[in-house]
């Protein structure tokens, strides 16, 4: 089990951040996430066997939104 | 082509322009016409070609987002715009579709900058924190990064530089711009052995510092953690509108198809699709939330959340500790009676026996000592320390009681000393007895300074319809009520125990509800914790206050109680502002879709203006100021 924060572009629609957090949540792997909506944020709690922090990453972008940074 | 937003919307409103003019001026140039079955079919046109076109580059993005979320199952705004887009096209509404993908577009882009400009003063804090320090190595001045800096290393800070870490000043004086800690840009003098934060400026002057506390463990660092956890701590109201929305965007759908079966308006239903996005409502109180946050820190206060804001600006009761809340929190010993001794013996003696205590009326007493009979080397034998009264020790073979009133209440005190303590007492004194075996020897006075701001203060408080102040105080009624009457105070409680604090506070809780605890964290902290709200003054330098309480006034300056209080209700007011807004909007557009009177690029239009009026009324929050209603 790996925690994970990453830092996207600046979230500016609600409806973003409940878009990312249902698309990382529904990801086989993820054991838990939330977006925070004002420092946009991800905080991803994940299985590291089944998945890496690279494929969160490419699942946040392809929709749409830009990763900045991770730690 | 790849563009950047801001082009995206220069390139599609250039078109939008356009083909507005163009149709407008019914310039149907270049017509094509071609129908592949009977009526059905395309005209093409100059003006609808640009439409197409403007609706392709502002929507391109849109219809992307609207996808991918598809694939993971997710219907998303995106996607409802999409298809009233496309459904535009279908229906022959070329101009409607351009209009409404750019208003969406335009609307996102000016969404962003208003949010951006909100979490600005925010953003700025936490980018503050000290990039590079220098610190001296054997003789030489060497650059690190605040991470390599360690606890113990000499610090050098030059006119104009940022101090890099907490620590205390070896060599130097100077003028300190503390704005970042304690929101108060008037500069202050330090010299040799004064505290000095990291993140603060020095003015003019020149401070060889010993590191304290560096990294993450500065005040500074501390004050970003707080600052960056709560902007995310969502506020009650918030979660209401959340758990509305969710049904909201459904149902609208759900009504767009039932239309659509019934009436067979294609129109009406993708208008509804339109506007089925909650967006006023649903950044009504976030965006208010961080924007009073970013004022709060700027003024020195911190927050720890929405929540906090919003319970802050319901209470109706505030209640005060007394020593180092209303009263600076230093005592200094006034006087002192020998009775059959010397004054300096009892003072001797009630040195010796305070030894080890750090309880600030002992600091008095040994300060006292230490300038009248010089320095003082012995030490008590045994100590026993009683919490809320006083201290039991040994000393030479006797033994001693030091204490206030409680300690010594199955003792028979001469009537002439009672009157003697009585008297001292209503005049605003604490008093200390000092027993040796059975007999009293001495009593010492103490008084503690009344902070500058404390009156103005409880004016304020009630200028602002606080309905009640209270006093919560270990001290004695008669001292305690001195207080009360000079500062106007409504209530006092007088003789409490740390633990009896608390369940008064419970009371008030029961009684008046909400019920804000004010406290310098230092002999408060259970009370602090265990309030609805727990306000601690004097945060910096303080890490348990900064811990436990719900809003910290970093400085020691109690007035700004105000601000933190208004600032909340400020905040609920625009939150019911907003609110109130949105709702209105969304109700007024939803029945002129379904009588027709609003039509797709209306409703985008309304609907993103909306949302923009409610953002910048909350961007109204970082410029409050207390000024304006008090004073």
């Keep these: ?71 | 082509m790849k563009l950047t937003k801001k082009q995206r919307v220069i390139v599609s409103a250039i078109l939008v322009f356009l083909s507005f003019i163009l149709k407008e001026l019914k310039l149907n140039i270049f017509k094509v016409e071609y129908y592949y079955y009977q009526d059905y079919g395309f005209v093409i046109t100059l003006p609808n070609v640009i439409m197409v076109m403007s609706t392709v580059i502002s929507g391109i993005t849109i219809f992307k987002n609207a996808f991918n979320a598809l694939r993971y199952k997710l219907v998303s705004i995106e996607l409802l715009v999409s298809i009233a887009v496309i459904g535009a096209f279908i229906i022959g509404e070329y101009w409607e579709a351009a209009a409404v993908t750019f208003l969406f577009l335009l609307g996102a882009f000016l969404e962003s900058i208003t949010i951006d400009k909100t979490r600005k003063s925010i953003k700025d804090l936490l980018d503050s924190s000290p990039k590079i320090i220098r610190i001296l190595d054997n003789g030489r001045e060497k650059l690190l990064n605040p991470s390599d800096v360690k606890v113990g290393d000499i610090v050098i800070v030059k006119p104009g530089e940022q101090i890099g870490v907490d620590g205390i000043i070896l060599e130097g004086k100077a003028y300190l711009n503390q704005a970042s800690i304690t929101g108060e840009s008037m500069p202050v003098f330090k010299e040799e052995n004064g505290t000095v934060y990291s993140g603060t400026f020095i003015e003019s002057g020149y401070l060889i510092i010993k590191a304290t506390k560096v990294g993450k463990d500065t005040t500074f660092s501390k004050i970003l953690e707080v600052v960056e956890e709560a902007q995310d701590k969502k506020a009650r109201v918030q979660r209401y509108i959340e758990k509305f929305s969710k049904y909201y965007t459904p149902g609208i759908i759900i009504l767009a198809i039932t239309f659509f079966i019934i009436t067979r308006d294609l129109r009406l239903s993708l208008t509804l699709l339109v506007i089925a996005c909650p967006g006023a409502l649903v950044l009504s109180t976030p965006m208010a939330v961080v924007s009073a946050i970013g004022n709060g820190a700027k003024h020195g206060i911190l927050v720890k959340g929405g929540e906090t804001l919003e319970l802050i600006g319901k209470a109706k009761v505030v209640a005060f500790d007394k020593t180092g809340t209303l009263t600076v929190g230093k005592p200094i010993v006034t006087k002192v009676r020998g009775i059959g001794v010397s004054t300096d013996e009892v003072l001797k003696i009630s040195a010796i026996l305070e030894t080890y205590s750090e309880h600030p009326l002992a600091q008095a007493i040994i300060k006292k000592a230490s300038e009248k009979l010089g320095k003082i080397d012995e030490v008590p034998t045994k100590t026993n320390l009683i919490i809320g009264k006083g201290i039991a020790g040994v000393y030479q073979n006797k033994h001693y009681l030091l204490g206030n009133y409680r300690l010594f209440t199955n003792l028979k005190i001469d009537y002439e000393i009672k009157e003697y303590i009585a008297q001292e007492e209503s005049r605003g004194q604490t008093v200390i007895l000092l027993q040796e075996e059975e007999q009293i020897i001495g009593v010492i006075s103490l008084s503690d300074e009344i902070r500058e701001e404390s009156k103005q203060l409880i004016k304020s408080l009630k200028k602002m319809g606080i309905k009640k102040v209270v006093m919560l105080t270990g001290d004695n009624p008669l001292s305690a009520n001195y207080l009360s009457q000079i500062l106007g105070i409504d209530e006092y409680y007088a003789e409490l125990m740390p633990d009896e604090k608390v369940d008064k506070l419970q009371e008030l809780q029961r009684k008046y509800g909400p019920t804000i605890m004010v406290g310098d964290g230092i002999n408060d902290a259970p009370a602090l914790t265990l309030a609805d709200i727990g306000i601690a003054i004097g945060g910096s330098g303080n890490d348990v206050s900064m811990e436990i309480a719900d809003m910290v006034l970093m400085s020691d300056n109690i007035g700004k109680l105000t601000h933190g209080i208004g600032l909340s209700r400020k905040m609920i007011k625009i939150i019911k502002q907003n609110i109130t807004f949105a709702l209105v909007i969304a109700f007024g557009l939803l029945l002129g879709v379904i009588v027709q009177k609003v039509n797709l690029s209306l409703g985008m239009l309304i609907h993103e203006l909306s949302v923009i009026i409610v953002l910048l009324n909350s961007l109204r929050l970082l410029r409050y100021r207390v000024d304006s209603i008090t004073a």
């Design chain 1, 1 to 71: 089990m790996q925690k994970v924060i990453f830092q996207l572009e600046t979230l500016t629609c609600p409806s973003c951040m409940a878009k990312i957090q249902t698309a990382l949540q529904k990801t086989k792997g993820v054991l838990e996430a939330e977006v925070l909506f004002n420092s946009s944020r991800a905080r991803v709690t994940f299985d590291e066997e089944q998945i890496s922090s690279k494929d969160l990453i490419a699942v946040i972008e392809k929709l749409g939104f830009k990763v900045i940074g991770e730690k």
